[in-house]
């Protein structure tokens, strides 16, 4: 096969992927009552638990970009998840990248700690492992945490995401209130050790720094509630 009729076949194969992601991406929709379900390894459009999508970045990035309004909560089942977009870029998924990062969205709220059965909130059992739903930045997951307090030492987290959940408002006039909710999860393995990056989302610029690994908060105020926050890295505060 000749090099030119062999690269007309690669640029035709990733348009036929591209197609394919495109229109499977149209197919994402919330239930009745604007909730996605999400349970880990699921490959449905997110409607149901029996039809839900497979991981919680997907959900997210649906519902910052699907009619405003039209998803109202997220439900994750128990399992770990890992962040797939960066915030300044949600066209594209690089599994790796450390800037990459699970961004809340306005009003919208996303519960955790569920076994992927449940028609009502209330019935949650948050005491379960099984239902379990971790938000990680350590994608190796080899991360090793040994000591506490001024002893503390976590290491093998040169790879993990910077921050593993971002909150970003725009400013102090339009920022993220009480109506955005975070609620069942564990928060692990975010290592913020970059220094003076400046990035851009829309009208808001943050610096993502060595500041918040487990989670980055910009001009925002969303309810934490039955969170585990464990195992990140903030070289300056967090």
């Given at each position: 096969?000749?090099?030119?009729?062999?690269?007309?076949?690669?640029?035709?194969?990733?348009?036929?992927?591209?197609?394919?992601?495109?229109?499977?991406?149209?197919?994402?929709?919330?239930?009745?009552?604007?909730?996605?379900?999400?349970?880990?390894?699921?490959?449905?459009?997110?409607?149901?638990?029996?039809?839900?999508?497979?991981?919680?970045?997907?959900?997210?990035?649906?519902?910052?970009?699907?009619?405003?309004?039209?998803?109202?909560?997220?439900?994750?089942?128990?399992?770990?998840?890992?962040?797939?977009?960066?915030?300044?870029?949600?066209?594209?998924?690089?599994?790796?990248?450390?800037?990459?990062?699970?961004?809340?969205?306005?009003?919208?709220?996303?519960?955790?700690?569920?076994?992927?059965?449940?028609?009502?909130?209330?019935?949650?059992?948050?005491?379960?492992?099984?239902?379990?739903?971790?938000?990680?930045?350590?994608?190796?997951?080899?991360?090793?945490?040994?000591?506490?307090?001024?002893?503390?030492?976590?290491?093998?987290n040169d790879e993990n995401a910077y921050h593993v959940v971002m909150s970003l408002g725009?400013?102090?006039?339009?920022?993220?209130?009480?109506?955005t909710v975070l609620d069942g999860f564990t928060i692990r393995g975010g290592n913020a050790?970059?220094?003076?990056?400046?990035?851009?989302?829309?009208?808001?610029?943050?610096?993502?720094?060595?500041?918040?690994g487990g989670m980055y908060n910009y001009f925002s105020s969303p309810i934490i509630s039955?969170?585990?926050?464990?195992?990140?890295?903030?070289?300056?505060?967090?």
């Amino acid at each position: 096969m000749n090099k030119k009729l062999q690269k007309r076949i690669m640029q035709m194969a990733l348009f036929l992927m591209l197609a394919i992601t495109t229109d499977s991406w149209g197919q994402i929709v919330p239930d009745a009552n604007g909730v996605l379900y999400v349970k880990k390894g699921a490959a449905g459009n997110g409607s149901s638990w029996t039809n839900a999508l497979g991981e919680v970045g997907d959900a997210l990035k649906a519902a910052r970009e699907l009619t405003a309004g039209a998803v109202s909560q997220i439900w994750v089942a128990g399992g770990t998840y890992y962040p797939l977009y960066r915030p300044d870029n949600l066209s594209g998924a690089n599994p790796l990248d450390r800037n990459n990062s699970f961004l809340l969205v306005k009003n919208v709220k996303v519960y955790g700690g569920f076994a992927g059965i449940e028609t009502q909130l209330s019935q949650r059992d948050l005491t379960l492992t099984a239902n379990a739903s971790i938000l990680s930045g350590d994608y190796n997951n080899n991360d090793i945490i040994n000591g506490n307090g001024s002893t503390l030492a976590i290491t093998n987290n040169d790879e993990n995401a910077y921050h593993v959940v971002m909150s970003l408002g725009v400013n102090a006039s339009n920022p993220i209130t009480n109506s955005t909710v975070l609620d069942g999860f564990t928060i692990r393995g975010g290592n913020a050790n970059m220094t003076g990056t400046v990035m851009p989302i829309g009208t808001t610029k943050y610096v993502g720094n060595s500041i918040a690994g487990g989670m980055y908060n910009y001009f925002s105020s969303p309810i934490i509630s039955n969170i585990v926050i464990i195992g990140n890295v903030g070289e300056q505060r967090g």
